[in-house]
């Protein structure tokens, strides 16, 4: 179907037989690519090489050897298997693969990562197939995964030529008809033969696929059974094909774990780099910058920290989210050493906020995100922001809400007061003479006045459902002194601590 | 006893979620305060009416019938400006009304009833001012407190939109009819308010009149009315804000302590008491009338009443050749139809009887049950199958002079067609006005209303889940002693303020318990 109908069909895999599982451990260790690594898989003291890199087989190093073999070899980087870190990387992959066509399939067998796209149609997109296979391999590598692209009409051929099975092409376009004239050269085994099938090709002579192509379709039935046209049909690249596409979710998520036990901040800063880089990556990839960015550290003894940053714009500017992600953790540090970081980002927009024409110029946003966070390692959070009231009945209630830029006009109270009243803050405390349920006398700052007129009590209270449960009265007094010294203010009588105070000055 | 002060302006628990007290409640603080006199004003209705009238009753308490009417084209009610974070929905402002005479009483009915049948959704109707115009005869308008009209347009445009306002009132209602109402909550605002009333008042030669604004009994009760509040507005109490009140200042309070605080409004107290006097109408004075049975020319209904009965005794007692029998069912006969003579009740027992007729005439099954089964006159008529007078049942059960209550005759039907043709016979036979159909509504029993008061808290649903297993545990008389007992028992400072939380969710349940809506529909 696929091949028919679609018309091309591109696969994205590893170079010949390089293992998949090593290239993604490797994927956030860039600087072990040149040297020679070995994935180990199995519980100690059984366990087993199940992936290496090229170097490493040149050295000599194969799949299956023991631990104790392989610490023969000097200089090998020995890796522990992490299924977690594999299933995150393979979900980047099947999105950079999904960059290319909203149709793409996990075909991935024994460790190997196959991923099948249909790029049928994307041509005014990304060019002729050979600019499309460039363009794909170079998206991977972006995330520091080496992989063969091939490109072609029939499904089981390109994937059996993109395994690398034909030698390990990185860029390969099998024109449509030209199928069999690539899977020729290849051993039988590709065409999944049974072992009893493969036994009968080995007495018969039969190596290569081309030798199977050539066998009479009625002949081969007789001997072989039903089975033998499957294998024609595979060999002759006409074996049909029906797609079913997955959907991928854009989870913009890192995960690393740490050979050893860290402390030290600056060095997780090193591997936080790289991270971040994939996600920015990811990111950009879909026009799209990180909004926020969750780290979630795995500490040593089973715990975890975990603190979020939020800059007031979405950036994809990697050096800015290590600035914030290190002021963060400066503030916050874990308290023990971290065997593992978790990445999880929030996507958002792009889009700049538009200012007036005339407007002067803002500093730059990433700028002011660095500043307030290191104000807030100075006073500590929710101390940065802006003050916001609360929905209560209670004077002076507020919160600090992160900075947010608004064009709006703030509204203004409608009706002039007559009077101006001062509020201090904090109200000053008072001693307070009551007379006949009124204030008669208060004594502020060193002297004291007679109320001469006194309105009130304002009654206030609530929150009387917890502890926090508060109840005042006010009065609105005007006092004089004995030498005609006046004072209106406002008081305030807190009933539930039996504290008075001048709340305010009225001028 | 005093009747310096009486209180013209309280909402009773009937205010669906906005009063914190039950109407018997109102009245027995009332009674305890010396109050002589009350009016219950509730949110368009007067569902609690009737049982403030029975208790205040039973206390010498004048009960003053009237009701809060949702008005458009008056504005929309108080709300915290827009500057300040609240949650406060529109709504239209609300028209203190009481019934000074029976006219009132009828008017005042028929103005909530016009406008709840053009309601699309509950509790969203209102009246017009047309309707107002229409219905004026015989109320008292009061200007309101916040929830008033003149609240709302004096913060929204001032003095001058608030005189307006008045003005309008005095042309509706009549220049004696409206009243310049004061409440003092020790608020800032309101005290504003207040004093742009009272000059107002004096401009248009209005007088004033000082209300407390009511909504709950006594000062602790504020806190149900809170709990109130948040169910209301589907939110938790934590997070209700500015919908809660400033103050637990709206409760009854006695007359001393109103004059005082009224002491600077002259005659704001002393009009209550005029005003009280003026407000002749109550409940017991509703002047109701049986229907009128048709009957032919030369009876009455009293006469046509015993000429059927005397059919029905030979009837019913003549096959079972008992001459004693008959004769006790005689002399029963002819008492109940003396008292039903004096009760003027002849009217119902012929419009109960012709109903059995047409039923029986039409093969509907049909048979009168509960109480009415103690009377011979329902069984000669046969309205009931029970023959009392053998079985020696007491008729006082269903009819009594001392009592003072109404005949109340259930009659069971079949349901699906044979019940609708007996009710097309009834609208057909007495007029589509003079044939209702009622219904029920749901009261809260224990366990939802303990469900819905737990709401607000969602905090400690698990003490509400406790509550409900109490309420199975504990359905006898001692029920509040015991929990008056459990939860008022302080400890430590956080023991103090569970104990404090665990009984206004205590009182929120009792107080919620049985009030005639739905909440459901409201969540």
Not at chain 1, 124 to 150: D, E, H, N, Y
Not at chain 2, 436 to 455: L, P
């Amino acid at each position: 179907m696929c091949g028919k109908h679609v018309g091309r069909i591109a696969q994205v895999g590893w170079g010949h037989d390089e293992p998949s599982i090593g290239t993604l451990r490797l994927h956030l260790r860039p600087e072990l690519h040149d040297k020679p690594c070995v994935v180990l898989e199995g519980e100690p003291p059984t366990e087993t090489v199940c992936a290496l890199n090229t170097r490493a087989r040149l050295l000599g190093l194969r799949r299956g050897m023991t631990k104790v073999e392989v610490e023969t070899f000097e200089n090998v980087m020995v890796l522990q298997r992490s299924l977690r870190i594999e299933a995150s990387v393979r979900t980047v992959l099947l999105e950079c693969a999904g960059a290319f066509s909203p149709r793409i399939e996990d075909r991935s067998v024994d460790g190997l990562f196959v991923c099948m796209a249909d790029v049928a149609g994307t041509e005014g997109l990304f060019g002729p197939p050979l600019m499309l296979a460039k363009q794909m391999r170079q998206r991977v590598r972006s995330v520091s995964i080496v992989a063969s692209v091939t490109i072609g009409s029939n499904a089981p051929t390109t994937v059996r030529l993109a395994r690398g099975l034909g030698g390990g092409i990185p860029l390969r376009v099998v024109p449509r008809g030209e199928e069999a004239k690539a899977l020729g050269p290849l051993p039988v085994t590709v065409l999944d033969v049974t072992e009893a099938q493969a036994e009968t090709f080995l007495t018969w002579g039969i190596r290569s696929v081309a030798a199977v192509a050539a066998l009479p379709e009625k002949s081969l039935i007789a001997r072989l059974g039903q089975d033998a046209k499957r294998l024609l049909q595979l060999a002759h690249g006409k074996h049909p094909y029906l797609m079913q596409p997955i959907d991928v979710p854009f989870v913009l998520e890192e995960q690393a774990e740490l050979d050893s036990p860290l402390d030290d901040l600056e060095s997780l800063l090193f591997g936080l780099s790289t991270m971040l880089e994939q996600l920015t990556v990811r990111a950009r990839s879909r026009v799209l910058a990180l909004a926020s960015v969750t780290i979630t550290l795995r500490l040593d003894g089973g715990g975890s920290h975990e603190r979020t940053v939020n800059p007031r714009v979405p950036t994809n500017e990697k050096k800015l989210w290590l600035k914030l992600l290190q002021l963060e953790l400066a503030n916050h540090p874990p308290n023990a050493s971290i065997l593992g970081v978790h990445l999880y980002a929030e996507p958002g927009v792009t889009s700049k906020v538009q200012l007036g024409l005339f407007s002067p110029q803002l500093p730059e946003p990433g700028r002011l995100d660095v500043t307030l966070a290191k104000i807030t390692a100075i006073v500590g959070d929710g101390n940065v922001g802006m003050a916001v009231l609360d929905d209560t009945r209670r004077i002076g209630d507020f919160h600090v809400e992160p900075f947010s830029i608004t064009t709006a006009e703030p509204p203004s109270p409608t009706t002039t007061p007559l009077f101006g009243l001062r509020l201090l803050r904090p109200a000053e405390r008072t001693r307070v003479e009551i007379r006949h349920g009124q204030p008669r006398e208060i004594y502020f700052r060193s002297r004291c006045y007679v109320a001469e007129t006194v309105y009130g009590p304002w009654l206030k209270g609530g929150d009387w459902w917890n502890e926090s449960i508060w109840g005042n009265e006010q009065w609105d007094v005007v006092g004089r002194t004995i030498d005609n010294a006046l004072l209106v203010c406002r008081l305030s009588h807190d009933f539930i601590l039996k504290d008075w105070r001048v709340a305010g000055l009225y001028d | 006893m005093t009747d310096r002060y009486i209180e013209l302006h309280a909402n009773s628990a009937f205010s669906f979620l906005e009063g914190g007290s039950q109407p018997e409640k109102l009245a027995e603080r009332a009674f305890e305060l010396g109050i002589p006199a009350l009016a219950m004003m509730d949110r368009n209705g007067f569902y609690g009416s009737a049982r403030f009238h029975k208790t205040a009753s039973e206390n010498g308490i004048k009960a003053h019938v009237g009701a809060e009417v949702s008005v458009t084209g008056l504005g929309s009610r108080l709300t915290p400006p827009v500057w300040l974070p609240h949650q406060h929905l529109s709504e239209p402002t609300r028209l203190a009304l009481l019934c000074e005479t029976r006219e009132g009483y009828q008017n005042l009915c028929q103005l909530i009833t016009r406008f709840k049948l053009r309601e699309t959704t509950k509790q969203e109707g209102a009246a017009k001012p047309t309707d107002l115009e229409e219905y004026s005869r015989g109320l008292v308008c009061l200007t309101g407190g916040e929830e008033g009209p003149l609240a709302a347009a004096l913060m929204k445009d001032g003095e001058a939109a608030g005189r307006a306002v008045v003005e309008r009132l005095v042309r509706t209602f009549g220049q004696g009819n409206v009243y310049v109402e004061v409440q003092r909550h020790r608020e800032r605002t309101q005290e504003w308010r207040n004093q742009a009333a009272i000059r107002i008042a004096e401009s248009l030669r209005l007088p004033m009149l000082a209300t407390n604004g009511v909504r709950y009994a006594t000062r602790y009760d504020r806190e149900v009315a809170d709990l109130f509040s948040a169910i209301r507005n589907h939110t938790r109490l934590d997070k209700a804000g500015r919908l809660l009140a400033l103050n637990n200042q709206r409760h009854l309070r006695a007359a001393d302590k109103m004059v005082a605080l009224f002491r600077n409004v002259p005659g704001a107290v002393e009009n209550t008491v005029e005003l009280s006097s003026r407000l002749s109408f109550q409940l017991s004075d509703l002047g109701y009338e049986f229907p009128r049975y048709p009957v032919p020319e030369g009876e009455t209904m009293d006469s046509f009443l015993a000429k059927r009965v005397a059919e029905g005794v030979a009837r019913r007692y003549g096959p079972k050749r008992d001459a004693g029998l008959l004769e006790r069912a005689k002399k029963q006969v002819a008492r109940e139809l003396k008292l039903i003579e004096k009760l003027g009740f002849a009217g119902y027992f012929l419009i109960v009887w012709d109903i059995v007729e047409y039923c029986k005439k039409s093969g509907i099954l049909i048979q009168g049950r509960g109480s009415a089964a103690n009377s011979a006159v329902c069984y000669a008529l046969e309205i009931t199958a029970i023959d009392p007078v053998g079985m020696e049942l007491l008729f006082e059960r269903f009819l009594s002079e001392s009592r003072g209550e109404w005949p109340d005759i259930d009659l069971d039907l079949p349901s699906e067609e044979k019940r609708e043709q007996a009710i097309q016979y009834v609208y057909q036979r007495y007029g589509q006005l003079g044939a209702a159909m009622t219904a029920n509504v749901i009261t809260y029993r224990g366990k939802s209303a303990a469900r819905e008061v737990g709401k607000p808290w969602a905090s400690i649903l698990s003490r509400c889940n406790a509550y409900r297993g109490w309420s199975r545990t504990t359905s006898g008389r001692g029920q509040t002693i015991r929990w008056r007992g459990r939860f008022r028992t302080p400890g430590s400072m956080c023991s103090i303020h569970v104990s404090r939380n665990t009984w206004s969710c205590a009182c929120g349940y009792r107080t919620s318990r049985g009030i005639s809506a739905s909440i459901r529909a409201a969540w």
